[in-house]
């Protein structure tokens, strides 16, 4: 039986493209057992992020910490590391930069600002490390251990604003950080401002990409994901890379908790994170783990999210977007299904590779 490959190189980009088409004709399935008009409903999807400059600042606030989580995880992956506490890196990250960015009063911005951001990558990089110890000390699996801290997390970022940075009534909050420690927005839209860690989080991803693909450090950290045992031969330290993934992926998240309380709120609140950590794995994967694969890949889950909001009003269910998430999630985990189906219809060549 001839073996067969694909030699296509466009592979990568069709895999999610592929999955998202088959996930929006699932749920255009459903849709219609629903009673409503797929058409109709993807339609106001469609407006509602992308209808008018308020749907875009929307769209671009909700990316850019996405962008950051996604980048979180999927530098994990890389290297063979299974990041799940992007969403308590990033928690740990917000509680730093509040607590360095409220003590800026009278520093100038040229430095409140850095000051704030490195306090924020400090905090998801020093909590992910947690977890990279014990895997390379104790063989502790990274899955098990980042979703406890994420737990530890939730309760630290609850406890910090009900006591020590408690401030006002009602909801339990932090006080606002220095006017000098907050971000300016790259433009206002009425009453929305897009947020400039959008350029911060675009930043990142193309000096993940170099670091992965240009540098020593990105060579050994992919080597010990592809094979730890052969990369340990080749006199690669593999505890070392394993704690030195885990802080730059926990850095990554961390920046996204301060591009939140720098942009966004400009202070804490419990739960402040919003489940942004757990949506950087479904970015990831639909990324392809690769960093420019997860700056389109977190627009277009923060295009969904800011579309479901205008779905509700013909009365689709934003749960919907949930089930279009989960589908896209399983094609692209089982991306072998969506590579037979484009081999089918691919072009065969000699020796029974495929174009």
Same mark, same amino acid.
């Given at each position: 039986? $001839? #073996? ?33 008009? $797929? ?20 769209? !671009? =606030? ?48 040229? !430095? ?12 998801? %990089?020093?909590?992910? *490390? ?7 000390? =104790?063989?502790? +699996?990274?899955?098990? *251990? =980042? ?7 939730? +309760? ?18 932090? $006080? ?19 947020? *400039? ?24 950290? #992919? %080597? ?41 709120? +400009? ?89």
């Amino acid at each position: 039986m $001839p #073996k067969v490959q694909s030699k296509n190189k466009w592979m990568p980009f069709l895999v999610p493209f592929f999955s998202v088409l088959v996930s929006l004709i699932i749920a255009a399935i459903i849709i219609l057992l629903l009673g409503k008009n $797929p058409l109709t409903a993807y339609a106001e999807m469609f407006k509602g992020a992308f209808g008018s400059r308020l749907s875009w600042a929307d769209n !671009i =606030t909700k990316m850019t910490s996405l962008l950051l989580t996604g980048l979180a995880v999927g530098f994990g992956f890389r290297a063979g590391v299974f990041n799940i506490g992007a969403e308590g890196q990033m928690a740990v990250g917000g509680i730093m930069a509040t607590f360095v960015g409220i003590n800026m009063g009278n520093v100038p911005a040229v !430095i409140a600002i850095p000051l704030t951001m490195m306090a924020g990558i400090l905090g998801g %990089a020093v909590w992910a *490390s947690i977890a990279g110890i014990l895997k390379a000390k =104790t063989g502790a +699996h990274e899955v098990i *251990s =980042t979703i406890m801290l994420n737990w530890v997390a939730y +309760h630290l970022s609850n406890y910090v604003v009900s006591g020590p940075l408690a401030v006002g009534q009602g909801v339990p909050k932090s $006080p606002e950080i220095a006017q000098s420690a907050q971000l300016p927005p790259l433009l206002t839209v009425q009453a929305s401002n897009v947020p *400039s860690g959008i350029l911060v989080a675009i930043v990142a991803a193309f000096v993940v990409y170099i670091v992965l693909q240009k540098t020593t450090v990105g060579y050994e950290l #992919k %080597a010990v994901g592809y094979n730890p045992y052969a990369a340990e031969y080749g006199g690669i330290s593999i505890s070392k890379n394993i704690v030195l993934t885990m802080a730059i992926s926990g850095g990554l998240a961390g920046l996204a908790g301060a591009i939140e309380v720098m942009c966004v709120y +400009h202070r804490i609140f419990g739960a402040f994170t919003g489940s942004r950590g757990f949506d950087g794995i479904t970015i990831a994967l639909i990324g392809q783990n690769n960093p420019i694969g997860i700056i389109f890949s977190s627009f277009l889950i923060s295009s969904l999210r800011s579309g479901s909001n205008a779905m509700q009003s013909v009365g689709i269910p934003d749960d919907i977007v949930t089930i279009i998430q989960g589908i896209i999630i399983f094609f692209v985990a089982a991306n072998r299904i969506i590579k037979m189906w484009i081999m089918k219809f691919s072009k065969p060549v000699k020796g029974g590779e495929l174009e």
